[in-house]
């Protein structure tokens, strides 16, 4: 049973370039969560989806970011004209409709450096 | 808004001895999870305990386990005969369970505690 599978593991991209992370559930979990981590930080929340919805964006930047989560294929995190800001680990993170133990169950995160 | 704190940003302990990682919270909610993370170097996040606030017994996972103080608002991590394998950053971190009742899905950590474990 696969695990919550994120990639690509690393991505170097220049100032203004595009990136994309891609998120892919374990087998079953409904719902999909993006975290940040900064170097010498914890992880921030950024983003909760469900299949089509956006339920919680309240940690997102407002500009440049966005998110999805289709009917069909992995949830995706989009950083548009990136800037050396947003080198970071991106994490995301799944779990059952209303799980019963809270419990988030991890990926192993994107590395993302901006050049 | 739910808040956790990790007050100390790191620790030492020798091999085989004990260690308590300190993790405050913050909340008006009545039910909720409390979590213990652990990133190696690989940054993996692995979970190392989950508390339930409604459950008085304290968790206990082999050489981990917890000391859950409900009106404090505390959750104390203890790591009993510290192996190599537990040096890493330890996260604190908070969910709540009143879905029904509009609390938040997510995840809230604390900033971390690196621990180091000497040989």
């Known amino acids: 049973n696969a695990g919550v599978m994120q990639n690509p593991r690393h991505l170097v991209r220049r100032r203004g370039q595009e990136a994309r992370l891609r998120c892919s559930p374990m087998?079953?979990?409904?719902?999909v969560y993006w975290y940040r981590q900064l170097p010498e930080e914890g992880l921030k929340f950024m983003v909760y989806l469900q299949k089509e919805n956006i339920i919680d964006e309240s940690g997102m930047p407002k500009e440049r970011f966005s998110a999805e989560f289709p009917k069909e294929g992995p949830s995706i995190l989009r950083i548009q004209q990136v800037v050396r800001g947003d080198s970071a680990a991106y994490f995301c993170?799944?779990?059952?409709?209303?799980?019963?133990?809270?419990?988030?169950?991890f990926g192993e995160g994107s590395r993302l450096t901006v050049l | 808004a739910q808040t956790v704190t990790q007050s100390q940003p790191e620790m030492s302990v020798q091999e085989a001895e004990t260690v308590t990682l300190s993790c405050t919270y913050d909340?008006?909610?009545?039910?909720?999870?409390l979590f213990w993370y652990k990133q190696p170097p690989s940054r993996q996040m692995i979970l190392v305990i989950r508390q339930e606030a409604y459950k008085q017994q304290n968790a206990t996972e082999n050489r981990f386990s917890v000391n859950f103080q409900k009106a404090a608002k505390s959750f104390s991590l203890k790591i009993s005969d510290s192996q190599l394998g537990d040096a890493a950053m330890y996260f604190c971190?908070?969910?709540?369970?009143?879905?029904?009742?509009?609390?938040?899905?997510?995840?809230?950590f604390g900033k971390g505690m690196k621990l180091t474990v000497n040989p």
């Open positions: 971190a908070y969910r709540s369970a009143m879905l029904e009742m509009g609390g938040s899905e997510k995840l809230v």
């Open positions: 909340t008006s909610e009545s039910d909720y999870y």
């Open positions: 087998k079953g979990h409904s719902h």
């Open positions: 993170a799944s779990s059952f409709l209303r799980s019963r133990t809270g419990e988030l169950f």
